[in-house]
T-cell receptor
Framework: NAGVMQNPRHLVRRRGQEARLRCSPM?????VYWYRQLPEEGLKFMVY????????ESGMPKERFSAEFPKEGPSILRIQQVVRGDSAAYFC???????????????????FGPGTRLTVL | AQTVTQSQPEMSVQEAETVTLSCTYD???????LFWYKQPPSRQMILVIR??????QNATENRFSVNFQKAAKSFSLKISDSQLGDAAMYFC????????????FGPGTRLSVLP
């Protein structure tokens, strides 16, 4: 059973270009979380998605950043017109659906992918 | 909003010795989860140990144990018999109890293990 997969592992972009980061959750998982880790800092939450829905985007910058998790295929984190400050490691984590229904208290393990390291020149 | 603080940016320990990493957090909730994650140079996030706030007993995983002081909002990690492979960044994290909640991470402590 493959773990959470992210690609590319390393991405280099010039200022003003677009960056697309992909996250394939573990098999059977329908929840995806994206985190950003700036150099020498901890991970910061960006967005939480379920299939075809954005549940919580409170950590997403208001401009240039967007995320989607379509019915088929991986989750995509898209950064338009990248700037040097976007250079960071971007991690996704996935978890399965709650069999007791959304909001019910049940521990859910979240599994992290290996991250994508974005460098903006 | 919840916050997590790690006051030790760097720590070092001699191989086979014991080291304790500190973590404090702030929350108004009474039930939640606390975690320690290890991030080696590969950058993979590896779960070390998890504690449920409603459990009074401190969690242990082999050489790793925690000292959870709920009233003081303190959650330290003790690594016994340190090994060279323990060298990494260690992140303390908080998560609300409800399903589908995101992690709130501290800034991390870089642990060096000296041979």
């Amino acid at each position: 059973n493959a773990g959470v997969m992210q690609n590319p592992r390393h991405l280099v972009r010039r200022r003003g270009q677009e960056a697309r980061l992909r996250c394939s959750p573990m098999k059977g998982h329908s929840h995806v979380y994206w985190y950003r880790q700036l150099p020498e800092e901890g991970l910061k939450f960006m967005v939480y998605l379920q299939k075809e829905n954005i549940i919580d985007e409170s950590g997403m910058p208001k401009e240039r950043f967007s995320a989607e998790f379509p019915k088929e295929g991986p989750s995509i984190l898209r950064i338009q017109q990248v700037v040097r400050g976007d250079s960071a490691a971007y991690f996704c984590a996935s978890s399965p659906s709650n069999p007791l229904g959304q909001g019910a208290t049940l521990y859910n393990e979240q599994f992290f992918g290996p991250g994508t390291r974005l460098t903006v020149l | 909003a919840q916050t997590v603080t790690q006051s030790q940016p760097e720590m070092s320990v001699q191989e086979a010795e014991t080291v304790t990493l500190s973590c404090t957090y702030d929350t108004s909730e009474s039930d939640y989860y606390l975690f320690w994650y290890k991030q080696p140079p590969s950058r993979q996030m590896i779960l070390v140990i998890r504690q449920e706030a409603y459990k009074q007993q401190n969690a242990t995983e082999n050489r790793f144990s925690v000292n959870f002081q709920k009233a003081a909002k303190s959650f330290s990690l003790k690594i016994s018999d340190s090994q060279l492979g323990d060298a990494a960044m260690y992140f303390c994290a908080y998560r609300r109890l409800a399903y589908g909640q995101n992690f709130v991470f501290g800034p991390g402590t870089r642990l060096s293990v000296l041979p």
